[in-house]
């Protein structure tokens, strides 16, 4: 993890985290070590002791793309603890009242389940977004851009068991990969787009819209308030567009592919 409380139950970041203070869980409130301190392959960043068995049962994703999507939200929304008759779950952000879980590594539906009946229950709504880089195939052509697609041409490479149950109400999920985009303005550019669903199953994805479209990571992060940037379109922009013009939207603000390298990587 890379937020603590410190004696004094203050929140800190793991970059602020110096030795010999002390660190404490805010989950289970055990002791935490500063781990990777000077690693190049791993982050810096807070451990149990071992021997502790923390309270919090559900794992949480430490790559780097999970890391990447965590920072581009304000500090004080990252690992906020979610807390119910005494039940501490960890969202990987909380921002204006809604949970958004980042998730590259394998997870199971019963665990999807379970995270979406928690954060609900607590009134939250959730957002996922899957890492779906590598993931998807067309069944009738070779490209993945979204606007050259119908609703159904995309579908998984191999089935997705974690996908098994429909999600609930007030569950949304959104797929984040990159490919080429048919926008005169990205012409030939492998982009990082996100694919926002109105399912998702094993077999295959549906589309929100009968008319395929896509957003970047800026359209995300002004939608759910962490960028405030007039001249970026959030989600909602989009979708209004689209319902009222026959003409494909065209996106000023992009992520190019590949990103900058990680932190931590850098010598
Ligand atoms: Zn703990």
Known sequence: MYIAYDENKKRISIENATRPNKYFCPLCGEPLIIRAEKSLARRKHFAHKSGTVCTEDW??????????????????????????????????????????????????????????????SCGHPVVWVFDAEGQIKNSVGTTLDPMKCKENDL??????????KPF???VKVF??????????????????????LRGI??????????????????NFLKQYGAISNQSVPSIT???N?????????????????PRPRPRSRRL
């Open 59 to 120: 794992s949480h994703d430490m790559s780097e793309w999970h890391l990447t999507w965590q920072e581009k939200f304000p500090e004080e929304c990252r690992e906020v603890v979610v807390e119910k008759d005494g039940v501490k779950h960890r969202a990987d952000v909380l921002i204006n009242n809604i949970v958004i879980e980042f998730q590259h590594s394998p997870i199971t539906s019963e665990e999807i389940a379970k995270r979406n009946a928690f954060y609900l």
């Open 155 to 164: 579908c998984w490479k191999s089935p997705k068991e974690k996908f098994a």
């Open 168 to 170: 609930p109400q007030g």
């Open 175 to 196: 797929l984040d990969y990159s490919t080429e985009i048919s926008d005169p303005k990205l012409a030939n550019q492998k982009v990082r787009i996100m694919l926002l």
């Open 201 to 218: 199953e094993p077999q295959r994805i549906l589309f929100f819209n009968t008319k395929p479209f896509y957003i970047v990571q800026d």
């Open 237 to 239: 922009d989009i979708i």
């Open 241 to 257: 567009y689209i319902r009222q013009s026959s003409q494909p939207i065209q996106q000023k603000q992009v992520v190019i592919y």
